[in-house]
């Protein structure tokens, strides 16, 4: 068999030009925020992808965070089985509260078919998992998910209360791309109950299949002092208020209040 | 078309079972405005649209009545019974209201006087000295709801000259016609006051092009109802008996799968009957039936959707909620025999989807979604969010049930601005939390470096700086930080509803924060920053 002349090489290269499928994989992408993407090998929510948020505490915030552009964009948003989600949150994030659909506690027996039905409906979910998820559940809704181009966000549902003690249940499929919050640090809150909570620096680390397999840790603020989403170390990111010289009442010394350090 | 209005005045308050000579007012819709006041009440200057407390001023001793639109409907029901007697082509135009084409009656009771007197005689029997009823007849609809205001039977011929002195501000009363909004007229007599058209004689005299140029669609209808004209014809198309399809499931059917099988044929078939006659369905009554007589029977609306495909989701949801839903309404038996009505029929026009702005395909995707959601859960287990004003993180957003078959996402359903953006002395100022507490807020043990519980005054100062925390009787938490506390005073004015409470923030050694909320000398923990 003779060597192919490079003029049919080049031929060979236009014709898959040609034959390229016109979407390209960027067109299939959910806009995340600007600070986001260095978490995603694309650049943005590959429709039809699974990506838990789990970790130290954040991991709601970051989950609400990821959907916040989509849902701005125009993309509607669902969270199911999350009863103690908050929504003010979530607007603060960015997420579009028009376009959003919430059932929160979803019947155990139909949990599945609750889920798959917003999978058919909206553009991204957060799941709240309950306390035991069937691993057929969980593959056909991933599945489904990627038929339909949704965007699947398992979160282990948690009530406020439950943050102190062991989470629900975990995915059990391997998921698209996991992120895990790794370190939270508080900033704004003063000495002597001066400020308030203000920022949070975390640490994000990101790891998942195929292209998302090498591991990512971005530092981010989430949120920031203004309250966006900014990457740590960002030009933008502001310098934070101190309030260590304030006081509230100018009695609270003889109490003996002691300056705090500042948490961060 | 020659058409006959009886209209019972003050129909509200009729319906509320008030005697005449009483001083009344019906108050409803947003703002809580009077909608209609009894004859008393306005000798005493009580008007439409007034605010309540400015019509209790006018009028001592006015009887207050919340508005019942279902309950006026019902009352109404005797009314239009009776006047149906007269022709079968009556139409509710809204409680208190009706209308009919006299061309048969007339001629049967030779004339229309002698038809308006016997009809106003018919709704007065019925009413028998609760309220009255007025008649009157005029050549178009508009024309003829007018009439029936002054009680007069217009000349063949005579209703733009008898339109033509109204004021424009009469064209209030064309939002019971059904094809424009009251919000919509009074918008447009508003603008056409200001440009100088003082009555409707002024609009009819300009060329219909030119109105429809400058107000578009609404125009042209309002230069056709100052015409004495109408703009559809005064009863709706009574959908003949042979367009409902039926089919009945010999065995009956014990799996919804079947039942959808069936309902796909019984939609194809309904379609293609619709289209033999060139029309359209908006609203279907799905009926299915058991073996053992069980019915269950729902109304869709279809609007704006592809008939087949969208009967087949709904059959199948209503059949999927009543089959696999709660034990309570279960049916005992397979399914025997499914029904498909269509209520209302009217000429197919083809449906154009908005190009720029209205609903999207994701719009409409969600809508589908949210409308299968509540087949299967109930109406109330699909919510949307509503941004309120509050102090708390949980009273900020509320969810409120979806809207089925609406596209959820129009901002109507938020609140305004203004009451967001009040200023809410108290309020944790953002970030928000991200988990909330539900239901009931777990107890948490606030100790200070003594050991000490730590306490709000009177003032709103804490007593001293928290030092360590316990939820729910968990283990113990370091607070490296803390903030507060946010003193609310909430209701003072009201001995039961009343509450005062503080919030302070605490960040823990763990790196987790969380709003803790005073409230009769407990702390529990609202919300964590997660």
Known sequence: ?264 | MRTLVAWCPDWPVVAAGVALDQAAAVVGGAGGRVLACSAAARAQGVRRGLRRREAEARCTGLRMLAANPDGEARAFEAVAAALASLSPRLEVLRPGTVALPTRGPSRYFRGDRALTDRAAALGEEVLAGRGHCQVGVADGLFAAVLAARRGVVVEPGGSAAFLAPFPVAALDLAASLGTSSSAELAELANLFRRLGLRTLGDVAALPAAQLAGRFGPAGVRVATWCRGLDDRPPHPRVPPPDLTVVAELDPPADRVEAAAFVARALATELGERLAAAGQTCTRVRIEAETEHGETLSRRWRTEGLVLAVALVERARWQLDGWCNGTGAVRPTGGIAVLRLVPEEVRADRGLQLGFWGGATAADERAARGVARLQGLLGPEAVTVPRCRGGRGPAEQVVLVPAHAGVPVGNGSSHASAAEVQAPWPGRIPPPSPALLTVAVAPPVEVLDATGAAVAVTGRGIATAAPARISVAGGSWFEVVAWAGPWPVDERWWDQAARCRRARIQVATAAGEAHLLILNGGRWALEATYD
């Not at chain 1, 130290?56 to 609400?64: F, I, R």
């Open chain 1, 1 to 264: 068999m003779a060597l192919a002349r490079p003029r049919d090489v080049e031929a060979l290269h236009q014709a898959g030009e040609w034959a390229r499928p016109v979407t390209l994989v960027s067109e299939q992408l959910l806009p995340v925020l600007s600070s986001l993407e260095p978490l995603l090998p694309d650049g943005g929510l590959r429709r039809g992808s699974t990506v838990t948020v789990d970790g130290a505490p954040g991991a709601t915030t970051l989950a609400l965070a990821l959907g916040a552009a989509a849902s701005a964009s125009g993309s509607w948003v669902a969270a199911v089985g999350l009863p103690s989600l908050g929504l003010s949150a979530a607007a603060e994030l960015g997420v579009a509260l028009e376009r959003m659909v919430v059932v929160t506690s979803p019947p155990a027996q139909a949990w599945a078919t609750v889920v798959a039905a917003l999978i058919d409906s909206v553009e991204l979910v957060w799941v709240g998992l309950p306390r035991r998820v069937a691993a057929g559940d969980a593959h056909r809704l991933a599945a489904r998910a990627r038929e339909r181009g949704s965007v699947l966000v398992p979160l282990a549902a948690r009530g406020a209360t439950a943050t102190w003690r062991a989470r629900g249940a975990a995915w059990p499929e391997p998921a698209d791309i996991r992120l895990v919050v790794s370190s939270t640090t508080w900033a704004g809150l003063g000495g002597s109950g001066a400020g308030r909570l203000e920022a949070r620096r975390v640490e994000v680390v990101a790891t998942g299949r195929g292209a998302a397999s090498r591991e990512r840790r971005v530092p981010l603020w989430l949120p920031g002092p203004d309250g966006r989403v900014l990457a740590l170390g960002a030009p933008s990111a502001p310098v934070l208020r101190r309030f260590d010289h304030l006081r509230r009442d100018p009695f609270d010394k003889e109490r003996g209040g002691g300056s705090q350090g500042v948490a961060g």
